[in-house]
C-alpha cells in the first residue's frame, strides 16, 4: 500500500482504444432558457479532456447529451476504433438513503451485476470488484455501510465502480468535489492509469490547479465554447477572466477559440 491508502495499479485495465467525440453544432434550451449554444467540440481519441466553467454554465448538460439524457438540437458523434465500445460515469454525488443496510461490496455487486446483490458477488465479478476497491484504498472498508462512510470515502467507491466493466469512454462529473488530500493522490494515479490505457476522459472540474496538472486538453464552456487548447494556453488570467464573467465572450476569432 503507498501513501495514499491504495494498491499499486495492475493489469486490471488491459490497452483499450478510446473513441473520438464530435459535437457539432449542439444546442439545449429548456423552455425558453438557453442551456447550450452551437457547440462545435472535438475530443481526440486517448485524450484525458477537462470541461471547466462556472456553475450554471452548462458541463453537466453538455455531458448528458452525451450520455443521452437530454434532448438537445445539432450532432454528437462517438467515432469508435472498431465496434462501440463500454461508457463509463462517475457521477459527482450520489443520492442515496443512508438508512440502509447497504454495504461498499453491496453496492459494487449492485452496479456490476443483474443479479441481486444479496444474493453475492458472482465469480465473474469477484476479482474485478477486489482489485477495483483496492485501486481506491477501500478494500479495508468493502464490509462497511455505505451511510456510515465519509463524503470522501463514498467518491473513491464511486471511482471504483466506474472501473468495472473496463470503459473506453470514462465521464467524470467533478470526481476530486468530495475528495481529501490522500483521496486527490488516488485520483491523479488513476488518471495516469486510463491515459496510459488509451481510455477517453470527458472530466469536469473545478480545481483548475488539478486541471492544468492532469488535462491533456482544456475547454472553456460558459453556454458556448470560450477556447479549447492545451491546459498552458487555455488557463490564463485573460481567458479565465472572461470564462467566469456573467455574461460570456469570446476571447478568441478562429473555431473553437482555438489559435488559428
Known amino acids: 500500500m503507498n ?35 452551437h457547440i462545435d467540440l472535438q475530443v481526440a481519441a486517448g485524450d484525458i479532456h477537462a470541461l471547466v466553467g462556472p456553475n450554471g454554465g452548462g458541463k453537466s448538460s453538455l455531458i448528458k447529451t452525451l450520455l443521452g439524457q437530454m434532448p ?6 462517438l467515432h469508435w476504433p472498431e465496434a462501440p465500445g463500454v461508457i463509463g460515469y462517475v457521477p459527482q454525488a450520489l443520492e442515496f438513503d443512508r438508512g440502509l443496510p447497504l454495504s461498499v461490496e453491496d453496492f459494487m ?22 482489485e477495483a476497491l483496492d485501486l481506491v484504498g477501500m478494500q479495508g472498508k ?38 481529501d488530500e490522500a483521496g486527490i493522490q488516488v485520483f491523479e494515479r488513476l488518471l495516469q492509469h486510463w491515459r496510459a490505457a488509451g481510455v477517453t476522459v470527458l472530466w469536469i472540474e473545478h480545481d483548475l490547479a488539478a486541471v492544468g496538472r492532469m488535462a491533456d ?24 477572466l472572461a470564462l467566469f464573467s456573467t455574461h460570456p465572450r469570446s476571447t478568441d476569432h ?5 489559435p488559428a
Open 3 to 37: 501513501s495514499a491508502g491504495a494498491a499499486p495499479l495492475s493489469a486490471l485495465q488491459p490497452k483499450v482504444s478510446g473513441p473520438a467525440i464530435e459535437f457539432a453544432g449542439v444546442s439545449l434550451s429548456l423552455g425558453r432558457t438557453e442551456i447550450l449554444r
Open 72 to 77: 438537445h438540437q445539432g450532432e454528437l458523434r
Open 109 to 130: 455487486a449492485a452496479m456490476c451485476q443483474r443479479r441481486p446483490a444479496f444474493f453475492g458477488i458472482s465469480k465473474r465479478f469477484r476479482a474485478a470488484i477486489d
Open 142 to 179: 468493502r464490509k462497511r455501510r455505505m451511510g456510515a462512510l465519509s463524503g470522501g470515502e463514498r467518491q473513491r467507491v464511486l471511482l471504483a465502480q466506474g472501473l468495472i466493466p473496463t470503459p473506453q469512454l470514462l465521464v467524470l462529473d467533478e470526481p476530486m468535489s468530495a475528495l
Open 217 to 240: 486538453r482544456v475547454s472553456g464552456l460558459n453556454r458556448q465554447i470560450l477556447f479549447s487548447s492545451t491546459p498552458r494556453e487555455a488557463l490564463t488570467p485573460e481567458r479565465l
Open 254 to 258: 478562429s473555431p473553437q477559440g482555438q
